[in-house]
């Protein structure tokens, strides 16, 4: 057995768990162990279950990016033309305004009633206000639903600890993966949803009439096909097992399935004594969450610049790019991230330390984000291609970074607090996405109104900025800030 615990040149691993002599009858957790015991191989069934329920709980977050400049403008709310990137990035922060609010508690009640009850919540709060949003008739209405399906949205904190929890220790990496791409992917194909069937009266007039529901609200269709989506995430809820541990016995009466469980899985992991408070003294966690944090701001300020930038017209410094434009952009991005998930990523992971790869994925984005201005020098099919590539190429960094922090942070802490830990790091990272959209939709409003400045013109001052977000998270990777475990993944 090799010295971390995964075997090593003595011969195969043996799966410690199987020493365990004891289980209760009446705990979910002990059933699951029970279970993985006796099934070696990786648990498909689960995984497709836990794909589906995280892709659809993530579509809603940016869906309304291809369509949010023209849902502010049709809603009357701005005065000019300008405004409009500074009402839109109030919607966009009030979904994580929301969650931030939430998030610690969610993880709270997943470590103390299980991580499923959290999923069903989450998802029956995608399915009502998600609809609800694409009804909105006034600014307010649309603010609202988007804080409420924040607030209720508990998922992302639990679904990660669940990952590492429902699978082998030897899966739990490719759990954890398999999160983090699907996250990916449902914040690229809900845009592409949102792109596509957004207005769909004046996009597809021989389907949909004018005095439909949806000529009446045209951001309804794309809101109702991600609520759909969910209902059957909601139903295949029902092949997930609970992983959570729940014990009535006394402590002292049993073989304490959870300390023997934490001192085989968790050999990184800090001592739990102390609570949900030892959280903020673990500083291999904490770190991880700065960098995490960082990153996740400036990916959502991408995401709503992206969209802005593309359909702003081009004497503003956009593309002049329609919806559906930018949903053929964000559809594409999402098929190249997969192949990108599956193809090479693994290979990539294996082969580099993981802070390496993410100081490396940041200094390349350097290049990337300032060619964007140049864009609009292009047209035609050379736009196309360029604007697809750029897409496609700061996705596949973005999520190799995340995909790194999540493991990281999980291997940070033992089962028992892992839920809540992961609720803390979404809580702030939550704070950090909140002023993202806000601090954007700002700057790109100012930006545009400074075409002709000599110094960051346009929207080069946009880009510089999300820039400045990244080299700031690249400095955070550097000791003495940084004290993430640096073996390969």
Known sequence: MGKDGLGGDDGPEVPLLLKKTHFHGNCAGCRLDRRKETRTGVPYTEFACMWLVTVCSTLPIQSLFPFLYFMIRDL?????????????????????????????????VADKHGRKPVFVITLIAVIILNT???????????????????????MLGPIKAYATEVCRKEYSHLALSLISSSRAIGLIVGPAIGGYLAQPADKYPGIFSQQSIFGRFPYFLPCLCISLLAIVALISCIWLPETLHKHN?????????????????EPNAEESGGGYWSLFTNWPLMSCI??????????????????????????????????????????LSGFCLLIYQILIYPSVAN??????????????????????PFMTALSGFDLQLVVNCASSLKNAF?????????????????QDLRASANGLSVTLMSIFKA?????????????????????L????????MLNAATVVGLICTFGPHFAGNRKKH
């Open 249 to 265: 016995q006394p402590a002292d009466s049993n073989n304490s399935i959870e300390v023997v469980e934490e001192s085989v899985s």
């Open 132 to 154: 609800l949003f694409g009804l909105s008739s006034s600014y307010w209405m649309a603010l609202t639903t988007r804080c409420l399906l924040g607030l209720s949205s508990g």
């Open 457 to 464: 013109p346009g929207d080069h001052l946009v880009f510089f």
């Open 351 to 372: 082969a580099v330390e993981p802070v390496t790869l993410v100081r490396a994925t940041a200094f390349l984005t350097l290049p990337l984000l300032s060619s964007y």
């Open 76 to 108: 009357h709310i701005a005065k000019q033309v300008e405004d409009i990137g500074f009402y839109a990035g109030f919607i966009g922060a009030s979904y994580m305004i929301g969650r931030a609010l939430t998030s610690t508690v969610w993880g709270i």
């Open 290 to 331: 700065t960098v995490y944090c960082i990153f996740s701001l400036q990916d959502v300020a991408y995401a709503e610049v992206f969209s802005l930038w593309a359909v702003s017209d081009r004497k503003y410094g956009g593309l002049s790019f329609t919806s559906t434009d930018v949903g053929n952009v964000l559809a």
């Open 398 to 414: 973005q999520v190799s970074t995340i995909t790194v922090c999540n493991i990281l942070m999980n291997d940070a802490v033992s």
């Open 435 to 455: 002023i993202a959209p806000a601090v954007a939709g700002i700057i790109f409003s100012w930006a545009q109104r400074r075409q002709t400045a000599s110094f």
